[in-house]
């Protein structure tokens, strides 16, 4: 049966009101984007950015539900259940006035499941995309995939014709320092025009006046000033003094000053991301740490002691003032597959983690490297900070390197960090994207956010599996089957889910998205 959505839902959610008048928005948040390049780098600033000027072919909501964007239809062939029919919405124009059909789609998919797309696993499943008609494609996969809509969300269309002009075939290689036009330029379809762009300073986005949902959605912001701004202090003081009207991360200790400015509102909600650490558990020596000729994190003794010896309440109250959830998992609670048990299993044990140690032949403990962003998550290098301390009590002396995500997030994808901080947002609301990025092993189209350097081929298979698992309890059954490995490797070591924190004008109605990702032809103003 065919999937049609009307695009009303948040529309109607945030108020039928007629248009308060054309208006300039000024958004902040602590990081920019990584690049322009729509499927270069699967990370949320990112993504936000390019959904403001790209769109897929189905996307979320503000309230996280699916809705059509470039497609008006969908859903698995009668004929073939290995296929996905696609009906894409007609009269829809790129920025520079180019028509956008099934061809631009097919280049679109293909160029997302290159090697350096970083949404690649995301179509792992995907034999072929093809397109059927000017306004039709297909998109065939190896066995019937259950949940193929919701891996598309953030699958971005590119103008085939002007990736060809601009030498924008090839996806930026971000990891390796590549420098490109798609880097820097978009020729989207969405609401926004991009303007000008100066990494890590300012990017100003105006509206698309051609843009096909001029009428279906709000469009009371008509151009977006966005400013990264690092330090939090200046950020905040951005918002009082009214320089900027919404940011996205307001800090904990914040909160109250903020909530109670005049003219300011703090809007809370979960977000669909949990924080955790990363271990090199693979490698038969560790470039960072103090042990000769061998890798303490090898060990599954050590990396449970280390998880134990996390006060996850502590730094709930103290570091975050009760903004997070502590997890004992690396799922947030919004996914299918995550489990209540297993996300309540995290406690802090000191004197067993010693035990732990001692059993593993490292009661003198030893020291490593913390990799840590200071620009990405909401206090990020703070969190490592309490860790630090933390981990010292099992003998584990932690030396912390923090630096700006676009200089951290590299260290994973190069695997050139043995203990680092990650976390983890999850839009197809489902585990084998977890598992696809960072529980697989390392290959052409899986784990590239897999900095573990584990790689069980059984397990492998069985989340390969899960792609065309078309017996939904089954596929369950399977997905908690492979949490349990990932719980009793103690692979990573989760920390907590997020809560989001935005700020802005009280006359900004909008709604918090679970996603973080602020979609403004949804805003309006009071």
């Given at each position: 049966?065919?999937?049609?959505?009307l695009?009303?839902?948040?529309?109607?959610?945030?108020s039928s009101?007629?248009?308060?008048g054309?208006?300039?928005?000024?958004?902040?948040?602590?990081?920019?984007?990584?690049?322009?390049?729509?499927h270069?780098?699967?990370?949320?600033?990112t993504?936000?950015?390019?959904?403001?000027?790209?769109?897929?072919?189905i996307?979320?909501?503000?309230?996280?539900?699916?809705?059509?964007?470039?497609?008006t239809?969908?859903?698995?062939?009668?004929a073939?259940?290995?296929?996905?029919?696609?009906?894409?919405?007609?009269?829809?124009?790129?920025h520079?006035?180019?028509?956008?059909?099934?061809?631009?789609?097919v280049f679109?998919?293909?160029?997302a499941?290159s090697?350096?797309?970083?949404?690649?696993?995301?179509?792992?499943?995907?034999?072929?995309?093809?397109?059927t008609?000017?306004?039709?494609?297909?998109?065939?996969?190896?066995?019937?995939?259950?949940i193929?809509?919701?891996n598309?969300?953030?699958?971005?269309?590119?103008?085939?014709?002007?990736?060809?002009?601009?030498?924008?075939?090839?996806?930026?290689d971000?990891?390796?320092?590549?420098?490109?036009?798609?880097?820097?330029?978009?020729?989207g379809?969405?609401?926004?025009?991009?303007?000008?762009?100066?990494?890590?300073?300012?990017?100003?986005?105006?509206?698309?006046?051609?843009?096909?949902g001029?009428?279906?959605?709000?469009m009371?912001?008509?151009?977006i000033?966005?400013?990264?701004?690092?330090?939090?202090?200046?950020r905040?003081?951005?918002?009082?003094?009214g320089?900027?009207d919404?940011i996205q991360?307001?800090?904990?200790?914040d909160?109250q000053r903020?909530?109670?400015?005049?003219?300011l509102?703090?809007?809370?909600?979960?977000?669909?991301?949990?924080?955790?650490?990363?271990?090199?558990?693979?490698?038969?020596d560790?470039?960072?740490?103090?042990?000769?000729?061998?890798?303490p994190?090898?060990?599954?003794r050590?990396?449970?002691?280390?998880?134990?010896?996390?006060?996850?309440?502590a730094?709930?109250?103290?570091?975050?003032?009760?903004?997070?959830?502590?997890?004992?998992m690396?799922?947030?609670?919004?996914?299918?597959?995550?489990n209540e048990?297993?996300?309540?299993?995290?406690?802090?044990?000191?004197?067993?983690?010693?035990?732990?140690?001692?059993?593993?032949?490292?009661?003198?403990?030893?020291?490593i490297?913390?990799?840590?962003?200071?620009d990405?998550?909401?206090?990020?290098?703070a969190?490592?900070?309490?860790?630090?301390?933390?981990?010292?009590?099992?003998?584990?002396?932690?030396?912390?390197d923090?630096?700006p995500?676009?200089?951290?997030?590299?260290?994973?994808?190069?695997?050139e960090?043995?203990?680092?901080?990650?976390?983890?947002?999850?839009?197809?609301?489902?585990?084998?994207?977890?598992?696809?990025?960072?529980?697989?092993?390392?290959?052409?189209k899986?784990?590239?956010?897999?900095?573990?350097?584990?790689?069980n081929?059984e397990?492998?298979?069985?989340i390969?599996?899960?792609?065309?698992?078309?017996?939904?309890?089954?596929?369950?059954?399977?997905?908690?089957?492979?949490?349990?490995?990932?719980?009793?490797?103690?692979?990573?070591?989760?920390i907590?889910h997020?809560?989001?924190?935005?700020g802005?004008k009280?006359?900004?109605d909008?709604?918090v998205?679970?996603?973080?990702?602020?979609?403004?032809?949804?805003?309006?103003?009071?």
């Open positions: 049966m065919k999937t049609t959505t695009v009303l839902s948040t529309a109607v959610l945030l009101t007629a248009l308060a054309a208006e300039t928005l000024r958004w902040a948040r602590a990081g920019d984007a990584l690049t322009l390049d729509p270069a780098q699967n990370e949320g600033p993504s936000a950015l390019a959904h403001q000027m790209m769109e897929p072919l996307m979320r909501d503000m309230t996280g539900a699916i809705v059509p964007a470039l497609a239809e969908w859903g698995p062939s009668e073939n259940p290995n296929v996905w029919e696609f009906t894409l919405r007609e009269g829809v124009t790129f520079d006035g180019a028509a956008f059909d099934s061809e631009d789609a679109s998919f293909n160029r499941m090697p350096d797309s970083d949404y690649k696993e995301l179509l792992a499943s995907v034999k072929a995309v093809r397109a008609g000017p306004y039709t494609i297909e998109i065939e996969t190896n066995g019937p995939n259950p193929m809509a919701n598309l969300t953030n699958i971005f269309m590119m103008d085939k014709a002007w990736s060809e002009a601009n030498n924008a075939v090839k996806v930026q971000v990891e390796g320092g590549e420098d490109t036009f798609s880097a820097k330029n978009t020729n379809t969405g609401p926004y025009k991009l303007v000008s762009r100066e990494t890590d300073v300012k990017t100003v986005l105006t509206i698309n006046e051609n843009y096909w001029k009428d279906e959605f709000p009371e912001v008509t151009e000033i966005y400013t990264p701004i690092q330090n939090a202090a200046t905040v003081a951005a918002l009082l003094s320089e900027v919404f991360d307001v800090p904990v200790q909160l903020v909530g109670s400015a005049e003219g509102d703090v809007r809370t909600a979960p977000q669909n991301r949990v924080i955790f650490f990363g271990l090199n558990m693979g490698d038969a560790l470039a960072n740490d103090s042990v000769e000729g061998a890798n994190l090898a060990d599954v050590v990396r449970k002691a280390m998880s134990m010896a996390i006060n996850r309440d730094i709930k109250q103290v570091v975050m003032r009760g903004q997070s959830a502590p997890a004992g690396i799922s947030p609670p919004f996914v299918n597959g995550w048990a297993m996300d309540s299993s995290s406690k802090t044990d000191v004197e067993g983690a010693k035990a732990l140690m001692a059993e593993a032949g490292y009661g003198d403990g030893f020291s490297q913390l990799d840590c962003p200071n990405r998550y909401i206090n990020d290098e969190i490592c900070q309490a860790a630090v301390g933390m981990l010292g009590q099992i003998g584990v002396t932690v030396n912390l923090a630096k995500k676009a200089q951290h997030f590299p260290l994973i994808s190069n695997l960090t043995d203990f680092y901080m990650l976390g983890w947002g999850v839009p197809t609301y489902d585990s084998e994207y977890i598992f696809n990025f960072l529980v697989h092993g390392r290959s052409d899986y784990g590239s956010w897999n900095g573990t350097r584990f790689n081929e397990l492998n298979a069985k390969v599996a899960l792609a065309s698992m078309t017996d939904l309890p089954k596929r369950d059954q399977t997905i908690n089957e492979i949490w349990q490995v990932v719980q009793d490797e103690a692979l990573y070591i989760p907590h997020q809560v989001l924190n935005w802005m009280s006359n900004v909008t709604i998205a679970p996603d973080d990702a602020a979609k403004f032809k949804y805003f309006k103003f009071k």
